[in-house]
């Protein structure tokens, strides 16, 4: 193989100078800008340089044609002054033609060009079969895939019934390809009770505990409609009134709903029935001021705010403005419908973001037979759960989050109550007497 550098002012005379001295069979290695000419290094001009070598010719096939190495991000070869497309060549014997759309060759003859032009090497022939290997590979696509075992097909199933969310339910079937065993696998039982446990593992339950002092301090914020104002009632219920023997609770209400038509009304009547003082406040300073006039002698103090969209972003920075008011303490869960789809959920959550809320309350549960949603949003947010409604009754539709209910709700699956509720047991923590 000769090697050649060549000089001139620019690349088309350069080139002329090449094929003058080598003729058509060359290949550009580097190409750079120089000075030339002058006297003395003055009155120098802007030149380039170009560095190659001649290839040498094997077999009787003619000349063996590989992609030539770029220049510029651009294959140049022989023939042609010009850039030419990368990995085409015009010399015969080529693989494709100047100026054809013919395929390339086939493999089968590829191959023989190449171990003709090799002399046969075994290590060539080695090479080639193992890329014919991987290309037959390649081309036989998803066909080649192997087939799903029948019982994860069936639990797929169960877990589209419940609309759980593909990254969600992905993350689930690699965990059970990873850690279940090929005996569970053949037991489609013991493969639901797997996934049970394991979609059970990814519930995060809101852990309630009594303020460092009294009076602890619950906002519920969430969209319009979900039902704020009837949790809002509940929880002064659930917690105010005497229940199974145990002491009430001295429970306060106050609302920044006040604009809404039929929301004073409704949260008054909910308290005049209860026997429950409820507040009305319009902006931070009356919040601040009505906050602490129930903190001495209350335990309880609920906060109903008025529902907006979530992309209302100037009326919900309204509001958070408002709720600062009370401080730190306050705890803030946001309502959600359980019925919603998972992508507004997921809009839903993000949008609340910025208000720090500790837990989420899932309320109408009793208007969907799907929970999948919820348990993989909660779960890809890092989201816990507090409470979860289920109608309109006042107090009784209305329980703390329990994972195994969850899964007992679940579509589809046969489910173990017993086992679930043990495997999940709910925190004993339910006769919450702060200040007491």
Known sequence: MEQFTEQAYDWDECLDKIRSKYGENYRILHKKTIRLGGFLGLFTREGIEVTGYIPNRYGSGGLMSFAPPAVNGHAVTGNSGMPREPGVSREPGSLREPGSLREP?????????????????????????????????????????????????????????????????????????????????????????????????????????PPARPPRIMILVGPTGVGKTTTIAKLAAVYGLPNSGKKPLRV????????????????????????????????????????????????????????????????????????????????????????????????????????????????KMDETIRMGNVISVMAEKGKSLSYITTGQTVPTDIQRADAAALLCGLEGFKVDRKKMEERFPVDKYDEIQWGR
């Open 252 to 363: 306060r209400m106050i609302t920044i709903d006040s604009l809404r038509i039929g929301a004073r009304s409704q949260i008054e009547a909910y308290g005049e029935i209860m026997g429950i003082p409820v507040a009305y406040v319009d902006n931070q300073e009356e919040l601040r001021k009505t906050v602490a006039l129930y903190s001495e002698g209350v335990d309880l103090i609920l906060i109903d705010t008025f529902g907006k969209s979530p992309r209302d972003a100037v009326k919900l920075g309204e509001m958070k403005h408002i709720l600062d008011a009370c401080g730190s303490r306050a705890e803030l869960h946001l309502a959600v419908m359980a019925a919603t789809k998972t992508s507004d959920l997921q809009d839903i959550l993000r949008q609340f973001e910025p208000f720090g809320y500790q837990s989420v309350i899932i309320t």
């Open 105 to 209: 060759l086939d493999f089968e003859e590829a191959k023989r060009r190449v171990l003709a032009a090799a002399g046969k090497d075994p290590a060539i022939q080695q090479v080639l079969t193992t890329v014919q290997e991987i290309k037959e590979k390649i081309n036989q696509g998803p066909q080649g895939a192997p087939e799903e075992h029948p019982n994860l097909r069936r639990l797929r199933e169960c877990f589209d019934l419940n609309d759980f969310s593909p990254a969600y339910r992905e993350t689930i079937f690699s965990r059970i390809r990873k850690e279940c065993s090929l005996e569970t696998l053949e037991d489609f039982d013991a493969l639901q009770d797997a996934a049970l446990e394991m979609i059970g593992e990814s519930i995060r339950i809101f852990q309630e505990k």
